[in-house]
């Protein structure tokens, strides 16, 4: 990997949590949950997959920290077709010198920069971070990354990535919901179920259905022992003879 | 604090987040939340706090790791009466020299030691730590506890606790619960709106009313950042016409 001599440290926590992450991260989603849907009629299989913190690239911020005429180099697909953990990792640098050392790339590029931490990360690198939908960066707090060619100085663009599920329209349809409407997630997991409101539906013609949640809240689930997932209306279980 | 030079590091992010965390246990519960019940008649007084990771010792290994005749020194009072973080910590040493340099030590001291983690502290040394109950800790692991004068070798003890919420009998009786009930607890924060299930009633004569939670739990849920906390029977939303 082109960044791994920035690693400073030996095996601290921040190391061991980094390899856990990227392993994760780099397979894919090997934290996946297979689950169902809520009632019959609705799609079958939901995979729950948890984003460990990373970072999205323009064209020109990849030359800039990786070098002239440089492109990511995919190392590993994810679920999503076309999308894939790059072999290529920046430092995040945040205020007073605090920073996360091996951050991975996601492609394939975007128009704009953007680096998605869990509130961990955040805490630790001592930045104040919204929970925005990703693309939706005006105001949010920069960063510098650094990479094994050059640094960049980002204005903005540093967030807490809203939980999503991303679904086709057919898969849409099924559930009653259209693009940008809100969802619950259930994941039951053995003394520690755990239900997720506030799940942004991100629905196009080609996605398929997935949900993503952070480390944060993946680790709060505890979502590699759970037993089963289940995709809600956000009011499917508000009734009149609630309370 | 006598163990703080057992700390090897820099400022890197386990320090930081140590001492984010640690402000958090000496404070009490500044991360708590006041909320409401959840109807009319309920009690109104709800505190939400995280606990962070902390260890409960018994006399014997006090004296173990910081001397002979050692007692603990309360550093801060909890929100329940007669519970103190002390000014004692300790490194908890897992497998394969994985470590958390600085655990706080909570008190009074009790009948056998139990360290409690969240599931990123388990990760970080490297155990698989099941969710257990305070006390139930038969079958768990073990780790090695190490002070300024000593060493103790638990053979188990490390938990990730159940979440659970304390409460007096009245106040059991106003939520229509038993101990040893479970409740929910839902967590309103803009953008990532949480239900805690499997939500533990421990019940006493003298609980003040308290739900606690974990690093990771009030991470995910964006804790500081809430604006409402609601305090549910496990069953308050299943009804009839669910679904």
Redesign the interface.
């Known amino acids: 990997m082109a960044a791994a001599t920035m690693t400073t440290?030996g095996?601290?926590?921040?190391t061991?949590?980094r390899i856990?992450r990227e392993v994760v991260s780099a397979q894919g989603s090997p934290q996946s949950l297979a689950g169902q849907g809520?009632?019959g009629s609705r799609p079958a299989d939901l995979v729950v997959s948890i984003s460990a913190r990373h970072v999205h690239l323009c064209d020109e911020h990849v030359e800039t920290l990786f070098g002239a005429g440089h492109t990511l180099t995919p190392m590993k697909d994810l679920y999503q077709d076309g999308f894939f953990a790059a072999e290529e990792t920046v430092m995040v640098l945040g205020p007073r010198r605090?920073s996360?050392p091996t951050v991975r790339v996601l492609g394939p590029t975007r128009s704009f920069s953007q680096v998605e931490l869990?509130?961990?990360d955040s805490?630790?690198l001592?930045l104040d971070i919204p929970?925005r939908h990703s693309g939706k960066i005006e105001g949010t707090p920069g960063c510098v990354l650094v990479g094994p060619r050059g640094v960049v100085q980002l204005n903005e663009g540093v967030i807490r990535a809203?939980?999503h599920v991303h679904m086709n329209l057919a898969c849409c349809q099924a559930y009653g919901v259209d693009n940008g409407d809100l969802m619950k997630l259930r994941v039951e997991s053995?003394?520690?179920?755990?239900?997720?409101?506030?799940l942004l539906v991100r629905a196009d013609e080609a996605s398929k259905l997935e949900v993503h949640i952070d480390?944060?809240?993946g680790?709060?689930?505890?979502l590699d022992q759970a037993t089963r997932v289940e995709l809600l209306k956000q009011a499917?279980?508000?009734?009149?003879?609630?309370?």
């Open positions: 440290n095996l601290d926590r921040e061991i949590e856990v809520a009632v605090r996360l869990a509130f961990t805490i630790s001592g929970i809203a939980r053995a003394g520690n179920t755990v239900v997720f409101e506030d480390t944060d809240e680790n709060a689930c505890h499917d279980d508000e009734c009149a003879c609630h309370g």
